[in-house]
């Protein structure tokens, strides 16, 4: 891993922790270079706005959800795509928790724009569900697994940890279930 690769991973792991730890209000480019030991000048030599940083920092997400969901198509043997994206969502937020998606509300604080990657990730998963037998009820399983997790993202879900995780449970179970419907 290049010397830029390795301070531009410290950089987005610092504004990230700011951005859960702090809010968003803190998440400023000063801030962030004070966490990781740089001057301003040397953050703005990787990331030359706020803007820059946070479209980043989305798109770091992205790519670890995706990665996430490709090691999990390589350990099941999934027939829809539902059943891939719900295990996927559970795992990440085993994993990581609800953290890093912070950065989405940070974002969309910011600049909505920003979100436009994020956006064209969940056009493409529905497109991908809606191309498939029992689209119906895969869109209402991800439209389930996507409240759950935006309850718990802005910290109102009423559901205690272990509660989440056997609905997470449960909705892959139920994904499950339509691939064995295809069967019949």
């Known amino acids: 891993m290049s010397k830029a690769t390795t301070s531009k991973a410290r950089i987005l792991a610092a504004a990230t922790a700011i951005a859960v730890e702090h809010g968003p209000k803190q998440l400023t480019l000063d801030n962030v270079a004070k966490k990781c030991g740089l001057s301003k000048g040397g953050l703005m030599h990787h990331f030359?706005?706020?803007?820059?940083?946070?479209k980043s920092m989305t798109e770091n997400m992205l790519h670890k959800l995706e990665e996430h969901g490709e090691l999990?198509?390589?350990?099941h043997s999934d027939a829809l795509t539902i059943t891939n994206v719900i295990r996927t969502k559970k795992f990440i937020n085993e994993i990581i928790g609800m953290n890093e998606a912070k950065i989405l509300l940070v974002a969309a604080i910011e600049n909505r724009e920003l979100l436009s990657s994020v956006k064209a990730a969940?056009?493409?998963?529905?497109?991908?569900?809606?191309?498939?037998?029992k689209s119906e009820m895969a869109t209402l399983l991800m439209l389930a697994a996507d409240g759950l997790a935006f309850q718990e993202l802005l910290g109102i879900s009423p559901f205690d940890e272990n509660e989440r995780n056997q609905?997470?449970?449960?909705?892959i179970d139920m994904?499950?279930?339509?691939?064995g419907d295809?069967?019949?």
């Open 182 to 184: 295809l069967h019949e």
């Open 167 to 171: 609905i997470g449970d449960k909705l």
């Open 122 to 133: 969940m056009l493409e998963q529905k497109e991908a569900i809606m191309s498939e037998p």
């Open 48 to 54: 030359s706005s706020k803007e820059a940083l946070l």
């Open 72 to 75: 999990l198509k390589t350990r």
């Open 175 to 179: 994904a499950i279930a339509l691939e």
